[in-house]
């Protein structure tokens, strides 16, 4: 029997529908009445990093790198044909990416939701692979390599990334590379998909105008039971060091690119600590911020001067990115103003601002399906809850954000990465 929780927002008035499905599966549903659009996003806990793995126990198990990248692309090519001419069928707009932690599959559309529904359930849960396709998809993810090593922006984050980390897979483009693709193999494809596509290591979240009686039923009928497996990823120890301090290529760019690495030690975020970590980063690249403003002044960058929270299995950091002229010289600025801060703490309004500007986007973002959608499975993979960071949000205090600034954010444990112009 599916297990049925309603969550309401008291801030917002909004609720969504967590169920533990018989199937294994963990299912949100999150109903956005008088909205055209719908959304699915249908993931699994497999990312880029998980390349050393044991199941209940056993033996660990090495694979090439890139074969979680590799086995999203092939999911989409089914015994019954190609699954995107599926969804040419029902108007959907479809797709899917692997990052460093997860896969996931997703597609939005405004009608012939639930056959969509239908084809995203099915070819997700029904591999096949065989000798010829498998070789025939090694030179199509091959371009889209060198593709990616001829992107500047891609080349600028994986540079700072191989100069923050000695061991941990993290460094590694997502991809793979040529050499570790050709190693792949049908069989260890149908390896990395029975042990992570599992429904108990998978999450489905949908967010629009819909009835969750619908969806139960195609998921009724559609997913069978799973038997729950205890896996486990595997990492080298990793040094709280960084690497070096200093990387640069030159790339056919107009303007050079940099992104700047603090390096963190490695721990798993509690979702208090992302409300605090939010505000921080909203503090310093915010176009309301004293850093944008004394950085803008002078004419050390442009808008788009951004930084996110990078963290995963094993690995955290805030990386500062954008484009400037005089990178190394803007890079010295930031780390000079986060020092400061450190020391004589922050002002209590621009704190304010801060945290009114963290919390504005956080509710902004619940009118949109797709933003909905990729939150709650961001969130679950992470073991957090849409509604409720917004409460820690608002909870915030000067107090806890200066608490939580002094443990991070380490300028000696910093590494800028540049792309300059040929």
Request: glycine share 4%; with cysteine; charged share 25%.
């Amino acid at each position: 029997m599916n297990n049925i929780t309603e969550v309401k927002s008291a801030l917002t008035g909004d609720k969504y529908y967590k169920i533990d499905h018989n199937s294994g599966l963990t299912i949100y549903l999150y109903p956005k009445k008088d909205y055209n659009s719908k959304y699915a996003i249908f993931g699994t806990r497999f990312g880029s990093v998980n390349n050393a793995f044991s199941l209940d126990g056993g033996e660990v198990k090495r694979v090439p790198d890139g074969i979680a990248h590799y086995l999203e692309h092939k999911m989409f090519e089914c015994e019954d044909g190609d699954a995107f001419l599926k969804y040419a069928k029902t108007g959907a707009n479809a797709n899917a990416y692997t990052s460093f932690d997860k896969t996931c599959y997703l597609f939005g559309c405004a009608d012939n939701f639930n056959e969509s529904l239908e084809i995203l359930l099915d070819f997700v849960s029904r591999p096949y692979f065989t000798e010829e396709t498998v070789a025939k998809e090694q030179g199509i993810i091959g371009q889209e390599i060198r593709m990616y090593d001829d992107s500047a922006e891609w080349r600028v984050m994986f540079n700072m990334l191989e100069n923050m980390y000695h061991n941990h897979p993290v460094q590694l483009d997502i991809a793979g590379t040529v050499e570790s693709i050709a190693e792949i193999t049908p069989e260890l494809l149908y390896d990395c998909y029975y042990t992570f596509y599992n429904l108990n290591n998978m999450v489905l979240c949908i967010a629009g105008d819909m009835e969750p009686e619908d969806i139960l039923k195609t998921a009724d009928r559609l997913l069978k039971p799973c038997e729950k497996h205890d896996i486990k990823s595997y990492f080298e120890d990793e040094p709280y060091e960084i690497v070096s301090d200093y990387v640069e290529q030159k790339f056919p760019v107009s303007v050079p690119l940099f992104n700047l690495g603090f390096k963190d030690k490695a721990h798993k975020v509690s979702q208090k600590e992302m409300a605090e970590i939010e505000i921080i980063c909203e503090l310093l690249t915010s176009a309301s911020s004293k850093l944008y403003k004394l950085l803008d002044d002078k004419k050390l960058i442009n808008q788009s001067f951004d930084n996110e929270y990078f963290y995963g299995q094993g690995y955290n950091a805030v990386i500062f990115s954008g484009e400037s002229r005089k990178p190394q010289e803007a890079c010295e600025v930031i780390r000079s103003y986060i020092s400061d801060l450190r020391k004589n703490g922050i002002d209590k309004e621009d704190f304010e601002i801060a945290k009114r500007e963290v919390y504005g986007d956080a509710i902004s973002s619940l009118n949109s399906v797709d933003s909905i959608a990729n939150m709650m499975a961001d969130f679950h993979f992470n073991g957090m809850d849409i509604f409720s960071i917004i409460d820690d949000i608002a909870a915030c205090t000067l107090e806890d954000v200066e608490k939580r600034l002094a443990s991070m954010l380490d300028v000696n444990n910093s590494t800028l990465s540049v792309v300059l112009p040929r």
